[in-house]
């Protein structure tokens, strides 16, 4: 999953780690999303849930994997999972200079917030 967020996350300005990864899924497991083809890891997406919106943060898809509804499947799950907790809002993390994401969460109704830089969809 690390490799995976390092290869097709960025551009981001902090690599993943396997131990910060070792403590979402101890401390949130449920806040990790995960594609997987025949036991592969192939996307993740991580939901993090302030109390009021949630928050989606290293959407990765194995290039490979690109335009075969991974990405989509795992933003509908991400729509469940803030459903599920009453969230008014979801927010996305994307660099602005990732032209790829940055059409993906457009396409998928996200308005970037010109104040605060935040990609969100109210929901």
Do not use: K
């Not at 401390?27 to 083809?37: E, F, Q, S, T």
């Amino acid at each position: 999953m690390v490799d995976l967020w390092n290869r097709a996350a960025g551009p981001t300005r902090h690599a993943g780690q396997a131990a910060e990864a070792h403590q979402l899924l101890q401390r949130d497991p449920g806040a990790l999303l995960v594609a997987d083809d025949a036991g592969t890891v192939v996307g993740t997406l991580i939901v993090g849930w302030d109390g009021w919106r949630c928050h989606r943060y290293r959407l990765a898809v194995d290039p490979l994997a690109r335009r075969h509804g991974v990405a989509s499947a795992l933003m509908a799950r991400a729509r469940d999972v803030a459903v599920a907790h009453g969230a008014p809002r979801l927010d996305a993390m994307v660099n602005t200079d990732n032209a790829d994401a940055v059409a993906l969460w457009e396409s998928a109704g996200f308005e970037l917030d010109q104040n605060d830089r935040r990609w969100s969809l109210l929901i």
